[in-house]
């Protein structure tokens, strides 16, 4: 069975950092592309991030160069270290597996598809202005 669990969240002052944790069970990181997706209040879900099964890194615009998603294949945990956090990523964070291998636009930006499975509870950033 194939479980995925997102830890790590908090409230942060704006430019401060979190590391986002996703403990995986039932995935091998070589065959599923482990994806990070945010919802805020009214607004859509977006797709943050996403490690696909060669381990290269794909981020959405709103997040490029601020944030680092990376695997543990020991521990079976993927991360996403978030930088210079802003107030605009308040929102509860998803990790799930990606079952399009991490899609990108022409330009490089992961997107959300909706075409995901596995996706625990969520995990809450609040970023205070």
């Known amino acids: 069975e194939v479980q995925l669990q997102a830890s790590g969240g908090g409230l942060v002052q704006a430019g401060g950092s979190l590391r986002l944790s996703c403990a995986a069970s039932?995935?091998?990181?070589?065959?599923?592309?482990i994806g990070w997706f945010r919802q805020a209040p009214g607004k859509e879900r977006e797709g943050v991030s996403c490690?696909?099964?060669?381990?290269?890194?794909y981020y959405g615009d709103s997040v490029k160069g601020r944030f680092t998603i990376s695997s543990d294949n020991a521990k079976n945990t993927v991360y996403l270290q978030m930088n210079s956090l802003k107030p605009d990523d308040t929102a509860v964070y998803y990790c799930?597996?990606?079952?399009?291998?991490?899609?990108?636009?022409?330009?490089?930006?992961?997107?959300?598809?909706?075409?995901?499975?596995?996706w625990g509870q969520g995990t809450q950033v609040t970023v205070s202005s």
């Open positions: 039932g995935v091998t990181f070589d065959h599923d592309a």
């Open positions: 799930a597996v990606d079952l399009l291998n991490c899609p990108y636009t022409y330009s490089g930006s992961y997107y959300y598809t909706g075409k995901y499975d596995s």
């Open positions: 490690i696909n099964t060669d381990g290269v890194g």
